[in-house]
Each structure stands twice: as C-alpha cells, then as structure tokens.
C-alpha cells in the first residue's frame, strides 16, 4: 500500500480482518484493513491515513480490503468548488432557526436517546438485532464516544431547547471528516443535507479545503444521498480525481 512519507506513518503495522457480513450489500461479506497500534495513530497520523482512504470508528482505523468487492469509494467535496443545489439552499435555510454547540466527545444519555431512536427507525438491519440495550450502549461507546483524533460532537437543537440533531466530525488536517449523524427521524425535515451544508460551510470559515464524505456505493440506497453533493472527488489508485 501507498502512504504519504511520514516516520510516524510508517511505523503503523496493518492487519486483515476476517471476512464479516457487509453493512451495505446485501449477501455480501466484507473485510476491513486496521492500523495498528492504536495509540500511534493520533491527528497527525490519522490526516495522512484519511488521504488513503481510511476511517475512523471509534479508535479504529480501516479501510475496506475486501478480496472480490471494490464497490467502497472514498469520496470528498472540494469545499471552494461547491456549488449547492436549489433544495440544498432552501434546507439550510429551512434549519437556520436550530442553535448549534461544540461539545467534547463523550457519552451522553440524551444523545443516546436520539441514537437508540433513529437506528430503529432507519436502520432495520443495524442495532435492533443486538438484542439488549448494554449492548447497544457498549456499541455506541465504542463507535461514538472514543477517538485517538481531533474530534468533536456538534448539537443542533430546535428553538425550545430540544435535541434535533447530532454530527459527530474529526478535524483533520486538510478538512473536516463526516464521522456519522444521527436526528430525530420523527420531524418533517432535511437534517442529513443540513448536517453536511453546516459542515461546508464551517470548513470554509476555518480555510480547511476539503469536507470528507466517507465511502460511497453505487448500488447502496444508504449512500446515494452523497452524490448530491457536487463536485467531488474520489480516491483511485492512491490519487483523488474529480468525479
């Protein structure tokens, strides 16, 4: 594998894991690359590891490494060439009116709340099937309330004070990444789209170039979303190219 020159970087050992059922396309089984040790992997070497198309979960990082799928693409928005469509403009204008707060990353009941309710609204086949509640609180924990990186919760909240909207982002050191949000699916509203807007727009005020989106499948309905947000490029090869 190709890695930017860097001594920290190189002293990183990277394992296979073993093949598991994969999140996205259905019959399939998927295997991750992991960066190992964990402690050596803090911002500075995580900014060189989400150029190659790693991630992060918790204090994970990975990358697909599947032996006969390629579907996973890393994608990223230039953040200076975006150029919002009509229904990106009016959702964040729709979502002015929430009130936004930085808060360390960390357990919360109430944020968890909002997890627990929208994973069983809008992932069927995601935590549900954990079956006790300890285990899907020990899940979160591990996804969401730990990292080796520069990393941060962001509350959106509606005009009474109540939780809306949750974006967990790493700031790395070219752009923001898109770690996962979560909201209350019961509301009439575009919170994923304004969750990514808010998240352009304060890459912008910071000078950071780029906003990273994670991975992207063609025949996956939970990623299409992505591709609505245009220009973007993606990583082939070891090089980003514009889509």
């Known amino acids: 594998m ?4 860097d001594a920290q970087l190189h002293k990183l050992q990277f394992y296979v894991t073993t093949a598991y059922a994969c999140g996205y396309l259905p019959k399939k089984l998927a295997q991750s690359l992991i960066a190992t040790p964990q402690n050596l992997v803090d911002a500075k070497v995580y900014s060189g590891l989400i150029q190659q198309g790693f991630r992060r979960s918790g204090k994970f990082a990975y990358r697909p490494h599947c032996e006969l799928c390629n579907a996973c693409i890393s994608v990223r928005l230039p953040v200076s060439q975006f150029s919002p469509s009509r229904s990106q403009q009016r959702a964040f204008k729709k979502h ?3 009130t ?9 009941e109430e944020h968890f709340a909002l997890y627990h309710a929208y994973q069983h609204q809008r992932h069927s086949d995601g935590p549900d099937h ?12 591990q996804f969401l309330c730990q990292s080796n990186v520069e990393s941060m919760m962001v509350e959106f909240r509606g005009p009474q004070g109540s939780l809306k909207m949750v974006s967990v982002i790493d700031v790395v050191a070219d752009g923001l990444s898109a770690v996962y949000t979560f909201y209350d699916t019961q509301d009439k509203a575009s919170y994923g789209t304004a969750s990514i807007m808010w998240q352009i727009e304060w890459a ?3 000078g950071l170039p780029y906003v990273y989106l994670g991975y992207w499948i063609a025949d996956s309905h939970k990623m299409a979303y992505k591709q609505q947000f245009q220009p973007q490029e993606k990583l082939v090869d070891g090089e980003w190219v514009a889509i």
């Open 204 to 206: 912008r005020q910071l």
């Open 100 to 108: 936004t707060s930085i808060v360390e990353v960390g357990y919360h």
């Open 96 to 98: 002015a009116h929430l």
């Open 130 to 141: 954990l079956g006790e509640l300890e285990d899907e609180i020990s899940q979160y924990r």
């Open 2 to 5: 190709t890695l930017p020159n």
